[in-house]
């Protein structure tokens, strides 16, 4: 799949960005915590939405924190997604992180 933004419906959109909002309170010792690859499947009115949260150490300290978000089309024959997300650095400051870091993740 690949990584594009703005391909989800404007409800699924809603949905990954309160995730993101939720993750963003969180602090650097709680987001390293995490799991490296966390799905689970939401009901976003009516429509199956896969929540996919990933967060990767870098070797320079920082956290790379993804939401994506994937809806069944076509009779689930394919998906459309959204990634949005940020950087944790070392000090706990957060940054956003670009398109061309979200592709480069799936790529």
């Keep these: 799949m690949t990584a ?3 391909t989800s419906g404007p409800d ?3 949905e990954r960005s309160r995730r993101i909002e ?3 309170r969180k602090d650097r010792a709680a987001l390293a ?3 490296e ?3 689970e499947t939401v009901d976003v009115q009516g429509k199956r939405v896969v929540l ?6 870098h070797a320079d300290g920082r956290l790379l924190v993804l939401v994506r978000s994937d809806e069944p089309k076509l009779l689930g024959l394919v998906s459309y997604g959204a990634t ?3 950087w944790v650095l ?3 400051a957060k940054q956003e992180v670009t398109d061309t870091e979200v592709t480069g993740f799936f790529a």
């Design 12 to 14: 699924t959109d809603g």
């Design 37 to 39: 690859r966390l799905e």
């Design 4 to 6: 594009i933004r703005n």
């Design 90 to 92: 070392p000090s706990g």
């Design 22 to 24: 939720e993750l963003r």
């Design 84 to 86: 949005d997300g940020f």
């Design 52 to 57: 996919t949260t990933y967060v990767e150490t």
């Design 33 to 35: 915590a995490l799991p």
